[in-house]
DNA sequence: GGCTGATGGTTAGCCTCCTAACGTTATCGA
DNA sequence: TCGATAACGTTAGGAGGCTAACCATCAGCC
Protein backbone atom coordinates (compact mmCIF):
# COMPACT_ATOMS: atom_id res chain seq x y z
CA UNK A 1 0.00 0.00 0.00
CA UNK A 2 1.45 3.40 -1.29
CA UNK A 3 0.08 6.84 -0.04
CA UNK A 4 1.27 10.42 0.87
CA UNK A 5 3.16 10.17 3.73
CA UNK A 6 3.32 13.89 4.43
CA UNK A 7 -0.36 14.93 4.72
CA UNK A 8 -1.00 18.38 3.34
CA UNK A 9 -2.14 21.24 5.69
CA UNK A 10 -5.61 22.20 5.94
CA UNK A 11 -4.31 25.69 4.23
CA UNK A 12 -2.91 23.89 1.47
CA UNK A 13 -6.31 21.99 1.13
CA UNK A 14 -7.77 25.49 1.00
CA UNK A 15 -5.63 26.51 -1.90
CA UNK A 16 -6.10 23.86 -3.92
CA UNK A 17 -9.50 23.87 -3.48
CA UNK A 18 -9.00 27.06 -5.59
CA UNK A 19 -7.88 25.29 -8.40
CA UNK A 20 -9.96 22.28 -7.98
CA UNK A 21 -13.44 23.22 -7.74
CA UNK A 22 -14.31 19.87 -6.79
CA UNK A 23 -11.99 19.56 -3.54
CA UNK A 24 -14.05 19.40 -0.65
CA UNK A 25 -11.09 20.66 2.21
CA UNK A 26 -12.79 18.55 5.04
CA UNK A 27 -13.79 15.45 2.91
CA UNK A 28 -10.28 15.47 1.77
CA UNK A 29 -9.17 15.89 5.64
CA UNK A 30 -11.57 13.07 6.68
CA UNK A 31 -10.18 11.07 3.89
CA UNK A 32 -6.29 11.22 3.52
CA UNK A 33 -6.38 11.03 7.81
CA UNK A 34 -8.07 7.83 7.41
CA UNK A 35 -5.91 6.48 5.09
CA UNK A 36 -3.11 7.70 6.99
CA UNK A 37 -3.86 5.57 9.86
CA UNK A 38 -5.11 2.22 8.25
CA UNK A 39 -1.59 2.21 6.68
CA UNK A 40 -0.11 2.94 10.08
CA UNK A 41 -1.92 0.47 11.98
CA UNK A 42 -1.69 -2.13 8.80
CA UNK A 43 2.10 -1.60 8.97
CA UNK A 44 2.45 -1.56 13.19
CA UNK A 45 0.59 -4.38 13.76
CA UNK A 46 2.51 -6.00 10.69
CA UNK A 47 5.31 -5.85 12.63
CA UNK A 48 5.06 -8.42 15.11
CA UNK A 49 4.24 -11.15 12.53
CA UNK A 50 6.92 -10.16 9.96
CA UNK A 51 9.46 -10.64 12.79
CA UNK A 52 8.20 -14.24 13.09
CA UNK A 53 8.31 -14.75 9.78
CA UNK A 54 4.91 -14.88 8.33
CA UNK A 55 2.83 -12.12 6.38
CA UNK A 56 -0.77 -10.20 7.19
CA UNK A 57 -2.65 -12.49 5.00
CA UNK A 58 -0.99 -16.04 5.70
CA UNK A 59 -1.39 -14.44 8.76
CA UNK A 60 -5.31 -13.85 8.27
CA UNK A 61 -5.80 -17.61 7.21
CA UNK A 62 -4.21 -19.33 10.26
CA UNK A 63 -6.63 -17.33 12.20
CA UNK A 64 -9.82 -18.04 10.60
CA UNK A 65 -8.86 -21.16 10.44
CA UNK A 66 -8.40 -21.28 14.94
CA UNK A 67 -11.04 -19.39 15.16
CA UNK A 68 -13.10 -22.39 13.12
CA UNK A 69 -11.39 -25.27 15.20
CA UNK A 70 -12.51 -23.55 18.35
CA UNK A 71 -16.29 -23.35 16.85
CA UNK A 72 -16.17 -27.37 17.70
CA UNK A 73 -17.53 -28.22 14.35
CA UNK A 74 -15.36 -29.52 11.73
CA UNK A 75 -12.16 -27.62 11.87
CA UNK A 76 -11.77 -26.92 8.22
CA UNK A 77 -12.85 -24.51 5.61
CA UNK A 78 -12.71 -24.36 2.02
CA UNK A 79 -10.52 -22.03 0.11
CA UNK A 80 -13.82 -20.29 -1.46
CA UNK A 81 -15.24 -19.68 2.05
CA UNK A 82 -11.71 -18.51 3.24
CA UNK A 83 -11.09 -16.37 0.33
CA UNK A 84 -14.65 -15.19 0.96
CA UNK A 85 -14.70 -13.79 4.94
CA UNK A 86 -10.90 -12.63 3.96
CA UNK A 87 -11.95 -10.28 1.50
CA UNK A 88 -9.58 -11.60 -1.41
CA UNK A 89 -10.23 -13.83 -4.52
CA UNK A 90 -9.86 -17.12 -4.68
CA UNK A 91 -6.91 -17.20 -6.67
CA UNK A 92 -5.40 -15.45 -4.26
CA UNK A 93 -6.23 -17.14 -1.49
CA UNK A 94 -5.24 -20.30 -3.93
CA UNK A 95 -1.48 -18.46 -3.78
CA UNK A 96 -1.58 -17.99 0.19
CA UNK A 97 -2.64 -21.49 0.85
CA UNK A 98 0.01 -22.78 -1.37
CA UNK A 99 3.17 -21.07 0.86
CA UNK A 100 1.42 -22.22 4.04
CA UNK A 101 0.90 -25.43 2.35
CA UNK A 102 4.72 -25.54 1.53
CA UNK A 103 6.24 -24.02 5.06
CA UNK A 104 3.62 -27.14 6.80
CA UNK A 105 1.13 -24.97 8.24
CA UNK A 106 -2.16 -26.08 6.99
CA UNK A 107 -3.16 -29.13 5.09
CA UNK A 108 -5.20 -29.81 1.82
CA UNK A 109 -7.61 -32.67 2.41
CA UNK A 110 -9.50 -33.42 -0.09
CA UNK A 111 -13.74 -33.89 0.77
CA UNK A 112 -14.99 -37.48 -0.12
CA UNK A 113 -18.67 -36.14 -0.26
CA UNK A 114 -17.98 -33.59 -2.84
CA UNK A 115 -14.78 -33.83 -4.72
CA UNK A 116 -14.76 -30.50 -6.27
CA UNK A 117 -13.52 -29.27 -2.92
CA UNK A 118 -10.46 -29.43 -0.77
CA UNK A 119 -10.71 -28.10 2.31
CA UNK A 120 -8.20 -26.98 4.48
CA UNK A 121 -7.04 -27.44 7.43
CA UNK A 122 -4.12 -26.13 10.19
CA UNK A 123 -1.30 -28.57 11.20
CA UNK A 124 -0.10 -28.55 14.35
CA UNK A 125 2.68 -26.55 13.56
CA UNK A 126 0.53 -24.05 12.18
CA UNK A 127 -0.78 -24.06 16.05
CA UNK A 128 2.42 -23.55 17.47
CA UNK A 129 3.07 -20.67 15.13
CA UNK A 130 -0.41 -18.71 16.17
CA UNK A 131 0.47 -19.22 19.78
CA UNK A 132 4.16 -17.70 19.35
CA UNK A 133 3.02 -14.99 17.37
CA UNK A 134 -0.49 -14.01 19.18
CA UNK A 135 0.57 -12.21 22.16
CA UNK A 136 2.92 -10.01 20.49
CA UNK A 137 0.49 -9.02 17.78
CA UNK A 138 -2.73 -8.41 20.37
CA UNK A 139 0.01 -6.25 22.39
CA UNK A 140 0.79 -4.21 19.59
CA UNK A 141 -2.90 -3.51 18.90
CA UNK A 142 -3.09 -2.61 22.27
CA UNK A 143 -0.42 -0.34 22.19
CA UNK A 144 -1.32 1.03 18.87
CA UNK A 145 -4.46 2.88 20.51
CA UNK A 146 -2.64 3.32 23.67
CA UNK A 147 -3.22 6.94 23.90
CA UNK A 148 -7.52 6.77 23.47
CA UNK A 149 -9.63 6.91 26.03
CA UNK A 150 -12.72 4.63 26.26
CA UNK A 151 -14.86 7.18 25.17
CA UNK A 152 -12.95 7.80 22.17
CA UNK A 153 -12.23 4.78 20.71
CA UNK A 154 -16.02 4.75 21.12
CA UNK A 155 -16.36 7.32 18.85
CA UNK A 156 -14.03 6.71 16.82
CA UNK A 157 -15.25 3.26 15.84
CA UNK A 158 -19.00 5.05 15.62
CA UNK A 159 -17.69 7.46 13.07
CA UNK A 160 -15.72 5.11 11.31
CA UNK A 161 -18.89 2.63 11.08
CA UNK A 162 -21.01 5.62 10.21
CA UNK A 163 -18.35 6.25 7.17
CA UNK A 164 -18.47 2.32 5.85
CA UNK A 165 -22.16 1.91 6.32
CA UNK A 166 -22.63 4.74 4.21
CA UNK A 167 -20.74 4.49 1.40
CA UNK A 168 -21.98 0.59 1.49
CA UNK A 169 -25.13 1.47 0.12
CA UNK A 170 -24.06 4.51 -1.98
CA UNK A 171 -21.96 2.33 -4.14
CA UNK A 172 -23.83 2.04 -6.94
CA UNK A 173 -22.58 5.60 -8.45
CA UNK A 174 -20.87 3.68 -10.70
CA UNK A 175 -23.70 4.15 -12.90
CA UNK A 176 -24.42 7.73 -12.32
CA UNK A 177 -26.56 10.28 -13.67
CA UNK A 178 -28.51 7.27 -13.98
CA UNK A 179 -30.68 7.51 -10.49
CA UNK A 180 -32.88 5.19 -9.39
CA UNK A 181 -29.97 2.44 -8.69
CA UNK A 182 -31.93 -1.32 -8.64
CA UNK A 183 -30.95 -2.39 -5.41
CA UNK A 184 -28.43 -1.67 -2.77
CA UNK A 185 -26.68 -5.49 -3.33
CA UNK A 186 -24.27 -5.06 -0.63
CA UNK A 187 -23.56 -8.25 1.11
CA UNK A 188 -24.35 -7.41 4.62
CA UNK A 189 -25.92 -9.49 7.12
CA UNK A 190 -22.53 -11.58 6.93
CA UNK A 191 -21.38 -10.35 10.58
CA UNK A 192 -21.45 -13.91 11.96
CA UNK A 193 -18.73 -15.32 11.08
CA UNK A 194 -18.11 -17.49 14.44
CA UNK A 195 -21.06 -17.87 15.58
CA UNK A 196 -22.71 -21.05 13.97
CA UNK B 1 -4.67 -4.49 0.83
CA UNK B 2 -6.37 -7.36 2.03
CA UNK B 3 -8.61 -8.19 5.12
CA UNK B 4 -11.57 -9.18 6.87
CA UNK B 5 -13.95 -8.21 5.51
CA UNK B 6 -16.87 -9.54 7.82
CA UNK B 7 -15.83 -7.61 10.89
CA UNK B 8 -16.11 -9.72 14.18
CA UNK B 9 -19.10 -8.36 16.35
CA UNK B 10 -18.22 -7.18 19.80
CA UNK B 11 -19.06 -10.32 21.73
CA UNK B 12 -16.94 -11.98 19.86
CA UNK B 13 -14.14 -10.02 20.85
CA UNK B 14 -15.02 -11.04 24.51
CA UNK B 15 -15.25 -14.42 23.52
CA UNK B 16 -11.34 -14.37 22.23
CA UNK B 17 -10.20 -12.77 24.92
CA UNK B 18 -10.98 -15.44 26.94
CA UNK B 19 -8.42 -17.34 24.97
CA UNK B 20 -6.25 -14.88 24.06
CA UNK B 21 -5.44 -12.65 27.75
CA UNK B 22 -3.42 -10.07 25.88
CA UNK B 23 -6.72 -9.35 23.56
CA UNK B 24 -8.03 -5.85 24.43
CA UNK B 25 -11.44 -6.05 22.39
CA UNK B 26 -11.78 -2.33 22.56
CA UNK B 27 -8.62 -1.97 21.20
CA UNK B 28 -9.33 -4.60 18.60
CA UNK B 29 -12.57 -3.17 17.32
CA UNK B 30 -11.29 0.36 17.26
CA UNK B 31 -7.81 -1.73 14.77
CA UNK B 32 -10.69 -3.77 12.96
CA UNK B 33 -12.51 -0.52 12.16
CA UNK B 34 -9.35 1.65 11.00
CA UNK B 35 -8.16 -0.88 8.98
CA UNK B 36 -11.45 -1.62 7.36
CA UNK B 37 -12.43 2.47 7.28
CA UNK B 38 -9.08 2.22 5.11
CA UNK B 39 -9.62 -0.22 2.75
CA UNK B 40 -13.07 1.59 2.07
CA UNK B 41 -11.69 4.83 1.57
CA UNK B 42 -9.08 3.39 -0.78
CA UNK B 43 -11.21 1.60 -2.74
CA UNK B 44 -13.96 3.88 -3.31
CA UNK B 45 -11.90 6.90 -4.33
CA UNK B 46 -9.50 4.42 -6.46
CA UNK B 47 -12.17 3.31 -8.51
CA UNK B 48 -12.17 6.34 -10.66
CA UNK B 49 -9.08 6.24 -11.42
CA UNK B 50 -9.32 2.88 -12.66
CA UNK B 51 -11.86 3.62 -14.58
CA UNK B 52 -9.08 6.44 -16.59
CA UNK B 53 -6.76 3.56 -16.48
CA UNK B 54 -4.50 4.86 -13.97
CA UNK B 55 -3.37 2.77 -10.60
CA UNK B 56 -3.68 5.00 -6.95
CA UNK B 57 0.19 4.84 -7.02
CA UNK B 58 0.92 6.38 -10.17
CA UNK B 59 -1.91 9.03 -9.87
CA UNK B 60 -0.24 10.12 -6.82
CA UNK B 61 3.10 10.54 -8.92
CA UNK B 62 1.73 13.38 -11.26
CA UNK B 63 -0.42 14.81 -8.10
CA UNK B 64 2.94 15.54 -6.82
CA UNK B 65 4.15 16.72 -9.63
CA UNK B 66 1.44 18.75 -10.79
CA UNK B 67 1.64 20.40 -7.16
CA UNK B 68 4.99 21.26 -7.13
CA UNK B 69 4.48 23.06 -11.14
CA UNK B 70 2.24 25.29 -9.32
CA UNK B 71 4.88 25.85 -6.61
CA UNK B 72 6.23 28.19 -9.61
CA UNK B 73 9.97 26.89 -8.96
CA UNK B 74 11.03 24.58 -10.66
CA UNK B 75 8.69 21.90 -11.75
CA UNK B 76 10.57 18.96 -11.59
CA UNK B 77 10.92 16.39 -8.90
CA UNK B 78 13.64 13.90 -8.43
CA UNK B 79 12.31 10.12 -8.31
CA UNK B 80 14.12 9.90 -4.48
CA UNK B 81 11.90 12.95 -3.66
CA UNK B 82 8.93 11.68 -5.01
CA UNK B 83 9.54 8.45 -3.08
CA UNK B 84 9.98 10.34 0.33
CA UNK B 85 6.83 12.25 -0.42
CA UNK B 86 4.69 9.39 -1.41
CA UNK B 87 5.97 7.58 0.93
CA UNK B 88 7.64 4.44 -0.76
CA UNK B 89 11.01 2.84 -1.77
CA UNK B 90 12.93 4.39 -4.75
CA UNK B 91 12.56 0.98 -5.83
CA UNK B 92 9.28 1.37 -6.19
CA UNK B 93 9.50 4.98 -7.47
CA UNK B 94 11.72 3.90 -10.08
CA UNK B 95 8.47 1.14 -11.44
CA UNK B 96 6.55 3.51 -11.09
CA UNK B 97 8.57 6.32 -13.48
CA UNK B 98 9.08 4.01 -15.54
CA UNK B 99 5.02 2.83 -16.54
CA UNK B 100 4.82 6.95 -16.54
CA UNK B 101 7.40 7.58 -18.87
CA UNK B 102 6.32 4.15 -21.05
CA UNK B 103 2.96 6.12 -21.19
CA UNK B 104 3.96 9.62 -22.35
CA UNK B 105 2.76 10.98 -18.94
CA UNK B 106 6.46 11.65 -17.46
CA UNK B 107 9.81 12.33 -18.96
CA UNK B 108 13.31 11.91 -17.32
CA UNK B 109 15.72 14.87 -17.80
CA UNK B 110 19.14 14.36 -16.48
CA UNK B 111 20.39 17.14 -14.46
CA UNK B 112 23.09 18.42 -15.80
CA UNK B 113 24.75 19.78 -12.31
CA UNK B 114 24.46 17.05 -10.70
CA UNK B 115 24.58 14.17 -12.88
CA UNK B 116 23.46 11.45 -9.88
CA UNK B 117 20.48 12.83 -10.41
CA UNK B 118 17.53 11.99 -13.06
CA UNK B 119 14.54 14.82 -12.13
CA UNK B 120 10.89 13.81 -13.66
CA UNK B 121 8.59 16.38 -15.34
CA UNK B 122 4.88 16.13 -16.05
CA UNK B 123 3.89 16.00 -19.67
CA UNK B 124 1.42 17.70 -21.31
CA UNK B 125 -0.39 14.05 -21.43
CA UNK B 126 0.27 13.57 -18.25
CA UNK B 127 -1.11 17.32 -17.31
CA UNK B 128 -4.32 16.74 -19.73
CA UNK B 129 -5.20 12.96 -18.12
CA UNK B 130 -4.86 14.50 -14.25
CA UNK B 131 -7.70 17.32 -15.79
CA UNK B 132 -9.94 14.74 -16.95
CA UNK B 133 -9.70 12.52 -13.87
CA UNK B 134 -8.99 14.75 -10.77
CA UNK B 135 -12.77 16.13 -10.84
CA UNK B 136 -14.18 12.67 -10.40
CA UNK B 137 -11.59 11.59 -7.71
CA UNK B 138 -12.61 14.67 -5.71
CA UNK B 139 -16.17 14.07 -6.01
CA UNK B 140 -16.12 10.35 -4.81
CA UNK B 141 -13.94 11.76 -1.96
CA UNK B 142 -16.62 14.11 -0.72
CA UNK B 143 -19.53 11.14 -1.39
CA UNK B 144 -17.32 8.99 0.62
CA UNK B 145 -17.92 11.20 3.92
CA UNK B 146 -21.09 12.66 2.89
CA UNK B 147 -22.97 11.38 5.57
CA UNK B 148 -20.82 12.79 8.63
CA UNK B 149 -22.01 16.58 9.35
CA UNK B 150 -18.89 18.68 9.73
CA UNK B 151 -18.25 18.70 13.02
CA UNK B 152 -18.50 14.84 13.14
CA UNK B 153 -15.22 15.15 10.24
CA UNK B 154 -13.30 17.63 12.49
CA UNK B 155 -13.97 14.90 15.74
CA UNK B 156 -12.76 12.26 13.31
CA UNK B 157 -9.63 13.56 11.91
CA UNK B 158 -8.63 14.64 15.24
CA UNK B 159 -8.95 11.06 16.81
CA UNK B 160 -7.17 9.71 13.66
CA UNK B 161 -4.40 12.26 13.93
CA UNK B 162 -3.82 11.31 17.67
CA UNK B 163 -3.75 7.75 16.75
CA UNK B 164 -1.27 8.50 14.56
CA UNK B 165 1.01 10.61 16.30
CA UNK B 166 0.92 8.48 19.49
CA UNK B 167 1.86 5.46 17.84
CA UNK B 168 4.45 7.61 16.12
CA UNK B 169 6.21 8.28 19.09
CA UNK B 170 6.06 4.95 20.26
CA UNK B 171 7.19 3.38 17.56
CA UNK B 172 10.52 2.32 19.17
CA UNK B 173 8.83 -0.17 20.86
CA UNK B 174 10.30 -2.64 18.99
CA UNK B 175 13.19 -2.08 21.61
CA UNK B 176 11.43 -2.65 23.92
CA UNK B 177 11.88 -3.39 28.22
CA UNK B 178 14.71 -0.76 27.11
CA UNK B 179 12.74 2.31 28.20
CA UNK B 180 14.39 5.75 27.54
CA UNK B 181 14.27 5.67 24.13
CA UNK B 182 17.01 7.60 22.95
CA UNK B 183 15.13 10.69 20.95
CA UNK B 184 11.55 10.09 18.49
CA UNK B 185 13.43 10.34 15.09
CA UNK B 186 10.09 10.57 13.77
CA UNK B 187 10.98 12.33 10.55
CA UNK B 188 8.39 14.97 12.13
CA UNK B 189 8.62 19.07 10.47
CA UNK B 190 7.81 17.32 6.93
CA UNK B 191 4.76 18.53 6.62
CA UNK B 192 5.26 21.79 4.34
CA UNK B 193 5.88 20.13 1.16
CA UNK B 194 3.90 22.53 -0.80
CA UNK B 195 4.78 25.97 0.71
CA UNK B 196 8.39 27.12 -0.32
C1' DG C 1 -29.66 -40.95 -19.01
C1' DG C 2 -27.65 -36.75 -20.79
C1' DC C 3 -27.46 -31.44 -21.57
C1' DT C 4 -26.99 -27.24 -19.20
C1' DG C 5 -25.74 -24.32 -15.72
C1' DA C 6 -23.51 -23.28 -11.31
C1' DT C 7 -19.86 -23.91 -8.28
C1' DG C 8 -14.98 -24.98 -6.62
C1' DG C 9 -10.16 -24.74 -7.36
C1' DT C 10 -6.36 -23.74 -10.21
C1' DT C 11 -3.53 -21.49 -13.72
C1' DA C 12 -1.47 -17.64 -16.43
C1' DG C 13 -0.26 -13.02 -16.86
C1' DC C 14 -0.01 -8.45 -15.10
C1' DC C 15 0.81 -4.71 -11.52
C1' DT C 16 2.56 -2.96 -7.22
C1' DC C 17 5.23 -3.29 -3.33
C1' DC C 18 9.39 -4.82 -0.79
C1' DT C 19 14.66 -5.85 0.34
C1' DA C 20 19.34 -6.36 -1.11
C1' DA C 21 22.79 -5.42 -4.00
C1' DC C 22 25.09 -2.87 -7.64
C1' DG C 23 27.35 1.04 -10.49
C1' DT C 24 27.82 5.97 -10.84
C1' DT C 25 28.63 10.39 -9.11
C1' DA C 26 29.61 14.10 -5.35
C1' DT C 27 31.68 15.41 -1.34
C1' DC C 28 34.93 15.69 2.11
C1' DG C 29 39.03 14.83 4.91
C1' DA C 30 43.87 13.23 5.34
C1' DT D 1 45.26 14.85 -4.62
C1' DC D 2 43.06 10.96 -3.76
C1' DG D 3 40.66 7.45 -1.16
C1' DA D 4 36.51 6.85 1.91
C1' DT D 5 31.85 7.91 2.52
C1' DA D 6 27.43 8.98 1.15
C1' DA D 7 23.74 9.73 -2.01
C1' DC D 8 21.12 8.69 -6.40
C1' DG D 9 19.03 5.64 -9.45
C1' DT D 10 18.56 1.08 -11.11
C1' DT D 11 18.33 -3.93 -11.22
C1' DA D 12 17.15 -8.70 -9.57
C1' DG D 13 14.28 -11.64 -7.06
C1' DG D 14 10.41 -12.42 -4.18
C1' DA D 15 5.64 -11.85 -2.24
C1' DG D 16 0.92 -10.60 -2.53
C1' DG D 17 -2.94 -8.60 -5.00
C1' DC D 18 -6.04 -8.68 -9.25
C1' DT D 19 -8.71 -10.39 -13.71
C1' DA D 20 -9.77 -13.77 -17.06
C1' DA D 21 -9.77 -18.12 -18.47
C1' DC D 22 -9.67 -23.02 -17.72
C1' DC D 23 -11.05 -27.84 -16.11
C1' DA D 24 -13.59 -30.85 -12.83
C1' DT D 25 -17.59 -31.77 -10.44
C1' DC D 26 -22.29 -31.47 -8.83
C1' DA D 27 -27.38 -30.41 -9.37
C1' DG D 28 -31.50 -29.98 -12.18
C1' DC D 29 -34.40 -30.66 -15.64
C1' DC D 30 -36.05 -32.21 -19.81
New interface residues.
Given amino acids: ?????????YE?LL??AR??P???P??????L??????????R??G?PLEAHGIS??RF?VLMLLL?KR?DACGAMLTPAELA?????TRA?MTGLIDTLERDGFVRREPDPNDRRMTPVTLTPAGEALLQGV??AY???????????S?S??????T??????????T??P??TSTDGAAPAPVCPSG??????P
Wanted: proline content about 2%.
Fill in positions: MLLLRDLPRCEGRFELDSACEVYHVLRAGDEAFSCEAGTRHDKAGVTVPFQRMGSLVAHLEERRTLVLLAKLVRGNEEDSVSLNSSV
